[in-house]
C-alpha cells in the first residue's frame, strides 16, 4: 500500500532523510513516533505529496504522490495539526469539497459529527480549534479513502473527544485502510495504534507490531532495581520502578507505548536484539 525506499529529503542544505525505507500495509492504523523535529510531520506530507522526495522511490497504492495525480489525491486524506478552515457552513464545507472523494459517504459524516456533537450548519470559523478539529476528522472519515494521515489529531480535543476518537477510529478501519497517525500523546492512543514506527535520525528505526514488541519485552513495576540481568530500561515510579526486561517467558506480555519508545531512545541495540531473539 504505502512502499518508501532509499528515500533522502532535506530542507535546503539541511538533510533530514538518508535513505529512508518504510513498508506500510493496509488493515492497520500505524503510530508514527520521534522525537520534536525527527521529521514525523514532513514524513507524512512527503506520503501526500506536498513534498517531494530528492532521491529514491515513494509509492502509494503503486503510484507517485508527487505526480499529485487527482485519481491518487483522491485516495488521501490529510489532516494536518496546522490547518485552516474557510467561513463556510458544514453543509456548505461538505458541497464543495466531498465530490473530490468518490466513497464519501454523508450518512456517515452525520454520524460522526453527532458523535462529536458537532452542529453541521454552523460556519466553521466560528468553531473553536478543537470543534473544528472534530469537524475535519469527521470529514476525513467519511471520504473512505485507502490511506488517511493524521498528524497530532487528539491535540486540542477535551476528555471525552479523545474517547470518542478512539471508538471512531477503531469503528472506521477495514482491511481497505491504513491510517497513520503521528502523535506524541501516545497516552491516548492506547489499544488502538498498531504496529509502532519510529523515526530518528533519518530513518525508521523500528516497525513492529505491539504483539512483537508484547513477546520481546516485559514492562513491569517493582520496588527495587534487579540488578541481574541490569533492566534494558528503568525509569523512577512511585515508591519503585517501571522496567523493561527481555521477555524470556514467551508469553504476550501488555506494552506501555510511551514506556517503549523511552526504551528504544536511551537502549535501542538491547531493546533490537530482544527483538530480533524473541520476534525474529
Ligand atoms: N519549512 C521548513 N523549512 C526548513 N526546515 C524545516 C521546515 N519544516 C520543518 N523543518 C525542519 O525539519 C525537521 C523536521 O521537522 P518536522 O516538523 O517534520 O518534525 P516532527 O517530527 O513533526 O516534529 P514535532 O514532533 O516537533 O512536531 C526539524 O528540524 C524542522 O526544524
Given at each position: 500500500m504505502i512502499r518508501i525506499s532509499g528515500m533522502d529529503f532535506g530542507y535546503g542544505k539541511n538533510h533530514?532523510?538518508?535513505?529512508l525505507n518504510l513498508n506500510l500495509k493496509p488493515g492497520n492504523i500505524y503510530g508514527l513516533l520521534g522525537k520534536n523535529g525527527a521529521g514525523k510531520t514532513t514524513l507524512l506530507q512527503i506520503m501526500s505529496g506536498l513534498l517531494f522526495p530528492e532521491a529514491g522511490e515513494v509509492l502509494l497504492l503503486g503510484r507517485?504522490?508527487?505526480?499529485?495525480?487527482p485519481s491518487l489525491l483522491a485516495e488521501i486524506f490529510f489532516l494536518a495539526e496546522d490547518f485552516h478552515v474557510n467561513a463556510l457552513t458544514g453543509e456548505a464545507y461538505e458541497l464543495l469539497y466531498?465530490?473530490?472523494?468518490?466513497?464519501?459517504?454523508h450518512h456517515q459524516f452525520l454520524s460522526y459529527l453527532e458523535e462529536f456533537d458537532i452542529p453541521g450548519n454552523r460556519k466553521l470559523t466560528t468553531f473553536s480549534y478543537g470543534q473544528r478539529k472534530k469537524f475535519l476528522l469527521s470529514f476525513g472519515l467519511a471520504c473512505n479513502t485507502s490511506i488517511l494521515f493524521l498528524d497530532e489529531?487528539?491535540?486540542?480535543?477535551?476528555i471525552p473527544s479523545k474517547n470518542q476518537f478512539r471508538r471512531v477510529l477503531a469503528s472506521a478501519v477495514d482491511e481497505t485502510k491504513t491510517i497513520i497517525i503521528s502523535t506524541h500523546q501516545v497516552r491516548d492512543m492506547g489499544h488502538l495504534i498498531d504496529p509502532i514506527v519510529i523515526v530518528d535520525s533519518g530513518s525508521i528505526i523500528l516497525n513492529r507490531t505491539i504483539a512483537e514488541i508484547g513477546r520481546s519485552l516485559l514492562m513491569r513495576y517493582v520496588r527495587a532495581l534487579p540488578s541481574d540481568p541490569v533492566p534494558i530500561y528503568s525509569d523512577q515510579a512511585l515508591g519503585g520502578y517501571i522496567v523493561v526486561e527481555e521477555?524470556?517467558?514467551g508469553e504476550e506480555g501488555s506494552v506501555d507505548i510511551e514506556v517503549f519508545f523511552n526504551a528504544v531512545m536511551t537502549a535501542r541495540e538491547r531493546v533490537e536484539a530482544a527483538l530480533q531473539r524473541r520476534a525474529g
Amino acid at each position: 500500500m504505502i512502499r518508501i525506499s532509499g528515500m533522502d529529503f532535506g530542507y535546503g542544505k539541511n538533510h533530514l532523510f538518508r535513505g529512508l525505507n518504510l513498508n506500510l500495509k493496509p488493515g492497520n492504523i500505524y503510530g508514527l513516533l520521534g522525537k520534536n523535529g525527527a521529521g514525523k510531520t514532513t514524513l507524512l506530507q512527503i506520503m501526500s505529496g506536498l513534498l517531494f522526495p530528492e532521491a529514491g522511490e515513494v509509492l502509494l497504492l503503486g503510484r507517485e504522490p508527487a505526480k499529485r495525480s487527482p485519481s491518487l489525491l483522491a485516495e488521501i486524506f490529510f489532516l494536518a495539526e496546522d490547518f485552516h478552515v474557510n467561513a463556510l457552513t458544514g453543509e456548505a464545507y461538505e458541497l464543495l469539497y466531498a465530490p473530490f472523494y468518490e466513497r464519501f459517504d454523508h450518512h456517515q459524516f452525520l454520524s460522526y459529527l453527532e458523535e462529536f456533537d458537532i452542529p453541521g450548519n454552523r460556519k466553521l470559523t466560528t468553531f473553536s480549534y478543537g470543534q473544528r478539529k472534530k469537524f475535519l476528522l469527521s470529514f476525513g472519515l467519511a471520504c473512505n479513502t485507502s490511506i488517511l494521515f493524521l498528524d497530532e489529531p487528539t491535540n486540542g480535543l477535551d476528555i471525552p473527544s479523545k474517547n470518542q476518537f478512539r471508538r471512531v477510529l477503531a469503528s472506521a478501519v477495514d482491511e481497505t485502510k491504513t491510517i497513520i497517525i503521528s502523535t506524541h500523546q501516545v497516552r491516548d492512543m492506547g489499544h488502538l495504534i498498531d504496529p509502532i514506527v519510529i523515526v530518528d535520525s533519518g530513518s525508521i528505526i523500528l516497525n513492529r507490531t505491539i504483539a512483537e514488541i508484547g513477546r520481546s519485552l516485559l514492562m513491569r513495576y517493582v520496588r527495587a532495581l534487579p540488578s541481574d540481568p541490569v533492566p534494558i530500561y528503568s525509569d523512577q515510579a512511585l515508591g519503585g520502578y517501571i522496567v523493561v526486561e527481555e521477555n524470556k517467558s514467551g508469553e504476550e506480555g501488555s506494552v506501555d507505548i510511551e514506556v517503549f519508545f523511552n526504551a528504544v531512545m536511551t537502549a535501542r541495540e538491547r531493546v533490537e536484539a530482544a527483538l530480533q531473539r524473541r520476534a525474529g
